[in-house]
């Protein structure tokens, strides 16, 4: 019979093993010390479900106070993650997880509660959909080093006027080439 509840301090080292498997580029000695951090307090909660004394699944949620899509602003329920191990999935776990991190959200005063997966998750995105999300955004983030550049970006030397007219002509020339190849 699986059962569920909410994690405790002691269950770090198993929340931080069933992530590693879903964040396969961090190591569980990595995640030991994320969780910690995040363990206990009043923002962030884990939710496990167990098989006997086998762990087989984790939810993670937090409250968010900052910006989150398609919310109505105030605190935000989170839903961080939720992994479940093969051999369980298809067994309505995740869900259940999901609706326990729901209610914690509840329960902090949240009126929305939100997600996301990255764009190439089917599965995730399909899950989300499953249990009552909807979709209200799509994302691509980006990043630049600027430490090891400073030589080749050819706008450093520039005023900020400058480098804002060097951006705003090169936007132009986009949407003139983008135009010209509409108009073909």
Not at 31 to 42: D, W
Not at 70 to 76: K, P
Not at 146 to 152: A, P, S
Not at 158 to 170: G, M, Q
């Amino acid at each position: 019979m699986i059962e569920y509840r909410k994690a405790t301090f002691k269950d770090v080292n198993n929340i931080a093993k069933l992530l590693a498997i879903l964040y396969e580029y961090h190591s569980v000695d990595e995640l030991i010390e994320e969780v910690k951090s995040q363990a206990g307090g009043k923002s962030n909660e884990f939710f496990l479900a167990s098989d006997g004394d086998l762990f087989i699944g984790i939810a993670h949620c937090a409250l968010r106070r900052e910006y989150v899509e398609g919310a109505d602003g105030g605190t935000t329920g989170y839903f961080e993650a939720v992994y479940v191990l093969p051999e369980y999935r298809k067994k309505g776990i995740a869900r259940r997880l999901a609706e326990l991190c729901e209610q914690w959200a509840k329960r902090k005063g949240c009126s929305n509660f939100a997600s996301d997966c990255a764009l190439d998750n089917e599965t995730s995105y399909k899950f989300h959909l499953a249990i009552g999300f909807k979709e209200v955004s799509r994302n691509i983030h980006f990043i630049k080093n600027i430490q090891n550049d400073l030589n080749q970006n050819p706008l450093v030397d520039l005023t900020d006027d400058e480098k804002i007219d060097a951006a705003a002509k090169r936007v132009l020339e986009r949407y003139r080439s983008a135009f010209k190849e509409l108009a073909k």
